[in-house]
């Protein structure tokens, strides 16, 4: 934090807001129009939290890395040389002789991933005079762009069940915290939101439009640039969805019994397809090569760059074999979702962790009991079949290749607020359904 923090972020929030409330009439309707500066405010504080938690708690961190040490260092250049800046802006991590005593500099220089967060700082820095508080709020509008377009893809689907929609996307703790910042999980959950609003507008709507296309891709653009893994879990999804949704109208028990088995298989040979598409330029993500990749990547986490976290965890023996990662399934997900318990907690963000772990498992059992044998009626609808799916496979894949809760509370963010979605409208379709055995037993 510096003085043009104190200079630079007041005028910008004064900005935002002044947009907020112009865009506000358009991006709303009566209902949920009391939610979008809440919506916003919150992934505002969450922005400017981080800063203060890493400079003054952690003294240093992965934001720092992207900022100080990442697109200052960008913004540097632009004001020694425009020229310069806009080289190292579009660098692909080179050495080039006369941008080295910049990049030498960038500690991410040469992690295509971590550089691209870079980029998209730098080119904020450029409205922000590289300040740090003022760059972070952009990131937190980014952010509260994508919870916001999750939130309205539900709400047209569930106008009614508006509250948990809106809690479950703007509203958890460990979201707009993690999700807000000047990090890669702002800009890949963002994007998430993005895609799937645009999706639902393209495929289930039936709204045609170029400008929708063009979106989804630079959607998917923006986490295959960055996260890679995440487009695994969300691409078969999303496939499933479309399927889904269109199986669930079908009336006819028999037909669907023929059905089934071809979606499955339809399914199942697309999000092969997309898998490998996705993997096609990094081999670490291959079907062959993921349990080898999850082993290599639970161990560094675990016992190199996490090891004085003082917050590992273990799920079991990782070979690098396929049956090996499956075999942690349960584990995993349970970790992702419900860890770490109370007695596990070793710093205070942990303990922020813990208690929504119990939160998570309490709904969780509650909407089980509370829906019964219907459960499996509800499972059967393609928004909750997207919505859970999507979630597990997640929680698999990150809780099975972390080993470390400090950096999984930050990688499990994406599916968060789909899981809550997901068994949100289990509840809900499980109490209008006993309110109409109820009309119907009155009336009798």
Known sequence: MEIRDIIVTPLLLILVYGIAYLVRPYATDQVNRKYFIPGLSVRIVGALAVGFIYQFYYQGGDTFAFHTYGSRLIWNAFVDDPYKGVQLLFSDGEYIPDLYKYSSKIWYYRDPQSYFVIRIAAIFDL?????????????????????????????KIEPNFHRWLALSCLFIPTVFFWGSGIFKDTLTLAALGIATFFIHKLLVEKKYSIMAVIIILLSFWIIYSIKKYILLSFLPAIIVWIMARQMYKIRSLMLKLILVPVMILISGSFGYFTIQQVAADDPRYNLNKLAETART????????????????????ELDGSFGSMISLAPGAINVALFRPYLWEVSNPLMLLA???????????????????????????NGDVIFCLLFSLVFAFAVGVSTYNFGTLSRYKIPLIPFYLIGIGLIYYYSKRDKKLNVLEETEK
Request: aromatic content about 24%; overall charge positive.
């Open 127 to 155: 409205f922000t005079f590289s300040s740090y508080s003022a760059t972070a709020v952009l990131f937190a509008v980014v952010g509260f762009t994508g919870a916001w377009l999750l939130f309205l893809t539900f709400y």
């Open 297 to 316: 990547t639970a161990y560094d986490i675990r016992y190199w760059t996490g090891k004085d976290a003082g917050s590992g965890y273990t799920l079991g």
């Open 354 to 380: 813990a208690f929504e772990g119990i939160v998570l498992f309490v709904l969780t059992i509650f909407v089980f009991i509370h829906s019964g044998r219907r459960i499996f009626r509800y499972l059967q």
